[in-house]
């Protein structure tokens, strides 16, 4: 399959379905809010490193998590009852993205939330699209946290930190228990881990995941700050 190039002043996207066996459906463009939206409803998220054009994804299969099949192990089962973590949402959403933004350990060499993404979802972030879940300790430090995009009744998670085990997982869990009372579908995963899978996230077909994402436009979504009703 071609990759196809974006020009910035045209917001449409290929099918989805176009896409090179890797998953990369098309460079360029930009990074507007208009354009990101169009690619959410689509099934597409922008993954590159800085110093590249744009470019757009659309992996089959799609890893996701349906809200019901969630997994919560023993081992964090004492983090809840203890209640070891505080959570809350949309509180310090651009300092969510800085953190995923820091080196992670031997190896890590850069990143691809660059400071075009960051302006970029904060923009989202503003338009009540974007939101960060916050992990705190008892001293009330952030220890954890994780930020993606909701429409309608779809959760698309960007990425997640923690500085201490298990805080992103717990505020991972917190995130999904949320979604699932009020009617979220699914948590979009982009690609396989064995981390999410541990989790019950799963592989699904794209032309699956695109099933869903079409029924998913006739829904309304869920915008503004999340710390209100979450």
Same mark, same amino acid.
């Given at each position: 399959?071609?990759?196809?190039?974006?020009?910035?002043?045209?917001?449409?996207?290929?099918?989805?379905?176009?896409?090179?066996?890797?998953? =990369?459906?098309?460079?360029?463009?930009?990074?507007?809010?208009?354009?990101? &939206?169009?690619?959410?409803?689509?099934?597409?998220?922008p993954w590159f490193n800085e110093g590249e054009p744009v470019a757009w994804w659309s992996p089959d299969p799609r890893m996701v998590l349906f809200p019901s099949e969630l997994i919560v192990s023993k081992s964090m089962r004492p983090y809840f009852n203890q209640q070891k973590f505080k959570?809350?949402?949309?509180?310090?959403?651009?300092?969510?993205?800085?953190?995923?933004?820091?080196?992670?350990?031997?190896?890590?060499?850069?990143?691809?939330?660059?400071?075009?993404?960051?302006?970029?979802?904060?923009? &989202?972030?503003?338009?009540?699209?974007?939101?960060?879940?916050?992990?705190?300790?008892?001293?009330?430090?952030?220890?954890?946290?994780?930020?993606?995009?909701?429409?309608?009744?779809?959760?698309?998670?960007?990425?997640?930190? /923690?500085?201490?085990?298990?805080?992103?997982?717990?505020?991972?869990?917190?995130?999904?228990?949320?979604?699932?009372?009020?009617?979220?579908?699914?948590?979009?995963?982009?690609?396989? /881990?064995? +981390? &999410?899978?541990?989790?019950?996230?799963?592989?699904?077909?794209?032309?699956?995941?695109?099933? =869903?994402?079409?029924?998913?436009?006739?829904?309304?979504? &869920?915008?503004? +700050?999340?710390?209100?009703?979450?």
């Amino acid at each position: 399959m071609p990759v196809f190039w974006l020009k910035n002043e045209n917001i449409d996207f290929p099918s989805p379905e176009l896409a090179t066996e890797e998953g =990369i459906l098309a460079v360029g463009g930009d990074l507007s809010p208009e354009r990101l &939206l169009s690619a959410y409803r689509m099934g597409i998220f922008p993954w590159f490193n800085e110093g590249e054009p744009v470019a757009w994804w659309s992996p089959d299969p799609r890893m996701v998590l349906f809200p019901s099949e969630l997994i919560v192990s023993k081992s964090m089962r004492p983090y809840f009852n203890q209640q070891k973590f505080k959570t809350t949402f949309d509180e310090a959403f651009e300092e969510v993205m800085q953190h995923c933004q820091k080196p992670r350990g031997k190896g890590w060499s850069g990143t691809w939330i660059t400071p075009e993404m960051l302006e970029a979802y904060c923009q &989202l972030h503003e338009l009540g699209y974007a939101h960060s879940v916050e992990v705190w300790d008892k001293e009330g430090q952030m220890v954890g946290g994780l930020y993606g995009v909701a429409i309608g009744k779809c959760f698309f998670g960007e990425s997640m930190f /923690t500085s201490v085990n298990n805080a992103s997982k717990f505020g991972f869990i917190t995130l999904v228990k949320r979604l699932k009372s009020l009617g979220f579908w699914l948590i979009d995963c982009q690609q396989q /881990t064995r +981390h &999410l899978a541990t989790l019950g996230a799963k592989p699904i077909a794209r032309q699956d995941f695109l099933k =869903i994402l079409k029924k998913n436009e006739l829904e309304k979504s &869920l915008r503004g +700050h999340w710390g209100g009703f979450l």
